[in-house]
C-alpha cells in the first residue's frame, strides 16, 4: 500500500508541488500564526485545547484535493487540473470544519473515558474520506464499514502518522535550534514539511481505506 501511494506521489509531484505553494504552505502558516495567537491571549489551561483543535483543523482541511488526485489514478481518470483541485478544496471546507469542530468536542469532553476519545480521533482522520456522501447517515454507514473490516490497524496508522509527523517536526526544531531564527523561519520551515508530509499520508489513507468504506456499504 505505501508503494502504491509513493508511486502516486511521484507521479503527480508536480501538482502536488503546486498544491503545497498554493494550499497547504499557506492554510499551515495560518494555523501556525492561530496557534501562537492562542498561546498569548488564552488562558494556559485552554491554549493546550485549542492549539489541538487548530493542528487537527489543519490537517483535515487540506485533505479533500489529495483525495481526488489519488482517486484518479485509482480509477483511471484524466488528471484534474490545479484549479479543480482547488475547487475540492472549496467544497469540502465547510463539512470538515463543521466535522472536526463536533468530533473535537466530543473527544475532549469524553476524555475521561479514553475510549469516546480515541474513536473520536480515527473518526476525524477517516470522515474527510467520505465528504463526497449525500447525506451524513452514509457518511458514518461507510466509517462504520471501514472500522468494522480495518479495526485494531487504524490505531496503528494513527501512530505511525503520528511518529512520523513528531519525528519531522522535531527533526526540524532541532535544526534550527543552533542557528538564530525568528518565528517565522520556523513557521515556513513546519509548513513546508506539511507540504511534503501530508500529501502522501493523504494518498496512503484514501488507498487504504476509501474502498473499504464502497466494499461493505449498501
Known sequence: MFKDSLGIYNRNLLRIILLGLVLVVPVSIFCFQAIFYVFQEVDTQYANIYAALITLINFTLLYPPFI??????????????????????????????????????????GIVLIVPSIICVILLILFPLFIDQKKVSHIFKKIGNVLIKENFFILIDLLIILSINLLAWSGITFLLSSFDNNFYVYVISRSLINAALFPLIYIYLTLKYKNGGEELYV
Not at 71 to 81: I, M, P
Open 68 to 109: 481526488r488526485i489519488a482517486l484518479s489514478e485509482v480509477n483511471d481518470e484524466e488528471s484534474t487540473t490545479l484549479w479543480e483541485l482547488i475547487k475540492e478544496f472549496v467544497n469540502g471546507f465547510g463539512i470538515i470544519i463543521l466535522f472536526t469542530l463536533a468530533l473535537f468536542t466530543i473527544a475532549v469532553w
